[in-house]
């Protein structure tokens, strides 16, 4: 049988046919497994459509210290052996599912498409470890990087970049704030296609509560592991509530048009513009959440790595080697 045609309209011919093979597949949807399982899902398929992997000169995996003594996994990736400005990298996945692993190739691409190193952080997921530690993974993280952990890792801290998409962008997001806050340095928030808001209840979730891909049903599920209502309104939670955004990082923001959280993405645009805050921020006209991990498949996937990374070298103007 073939897929409903209203869930692929208005998007471009190639990410409706990634979408209807999608659908033909018939996996069971992440809400509809264990946590468990839904990790071990979103692992398997995580690949699929990336583009190759570059090779780099540099891979290193590397641990970061946590408050309570717990040591992150991050992997560093770098296109040369220079001391180098630094995106640090929080993967999407609802706070839920998700991985150094899962993103590998996305973060390979943004080093080697930049010209700087890339730190991807491993940091804690729901349901075992819910908010506010993921926040509280990334600001220690951050601190480390701003610290004495770039120069350990042979970096340049002093040009610092914050990044993630989906969940790791709402972490990036809050992380801009807190460094504006502490005094520290900070030249880019890269946003990619970010949760900002507490309730999911935009006019895009209404669109696109179907998906595909990302649902109202996968949202409502991803925040039942990893927050408890009445933390909702939580700015950490939901930057877009933050009482003052003056004086935090210039943004670059990548949305997908046809995705819930493209309101909230360009809500929160506004709200750093209002505030005085650079913003550069491009929509994907005919793409879906998850499409920046979709370069063999999606052109309008390469052109937001060839964007991304633009802004990068842009705002750390790194020393090419």
Avoid: N
Avoid at 36 to 54: I, N
Avoid at 69 to 91: D, Q
Avoid at 250 to 255: E, N, Q, R
């Amino acid at each position: 049988m073939l897929p409903d045609p209203s869930i692929t309209a208005g998007l471009t011919p190639r990410m409706a046919g990634v979408v209807e093979r999608m659908l033909r597949a018939d996996h069971p949807p992440l809400h509809a497994l264990t946590p468990a399982q839904a990790k071990q899902a979103y692992e398997k398929g995580a690949g699929v459509l990336e583009v190759p992997k570059p090779e780099l000169a540099r891979i290193d995996d590397v641990h970061i210290p946590a408050r309570d003594g717990t040591r992150l996994f991050a992997r560093l990736y770098a296109p040369s052996a220079a001391r180098l400005p630094v995106l640090l990298y929080f993967h999407g996945g609802g706070f839920t599912v998700g991985s150094v692993a899962t993103h590998d190739t996305l973060c390979r691409v943004l080093a080697q498409r930049s010209g700087c190193a890339v730190v991807s952080v491993d940091y804690r997921l729901a349901p075992e470890h819910r908010f506010p530690t993921a926040v509280d993974d990334a600001w220690d993280a951050f601190q480390f990087m701003a610290g004495p952990g770039a120069e350990a890792l042979g970096l340049d801290g002093s040009r610092l970049a914050v990044g993630g998409d989906s969940a790791g962008g709402t972490l990036a997001a809050v992380c801009a704030i807190q460094a504006r806050d502490a005094g520290l340095p900070l030249a880019l928030q890269l946003l990619i296609y970010p949760g900002t808001g507490p309730s999911a209840d935009t006019d895009s979730y209404r669109r696109f509560a179907d998906g595909p891909v990302l649902t109202k049903a996968l949202v409502d599920w991803f925040f039942a592991q990893y927050i408890d209502m009445a933390d909702r309104h939580d700015w950490r939670f939901a930057p877009l509530l933050a009482d003052d955004l003056d004086g935090v990082a210039p943004a670059w923001i990548g949305l997908a048009e046809h995705d819930p959280v493209v309101d909230e993405g360009v809500a929160y645009a506004d709200r750093l513009r209002l505030a005085g805050v650079p913003v550069a921020l491009e929509i994907y006209r005919g793409v879906i959440h998850e499409f920046i991990k979709m370069g063999r498949a999606v052109p309008e996937a390469q052109q937001a790595h060839a964007d991304a990374a633009h802004a990068l070298a842009q705002a750390l103007q790194p020393e090419r080697p």
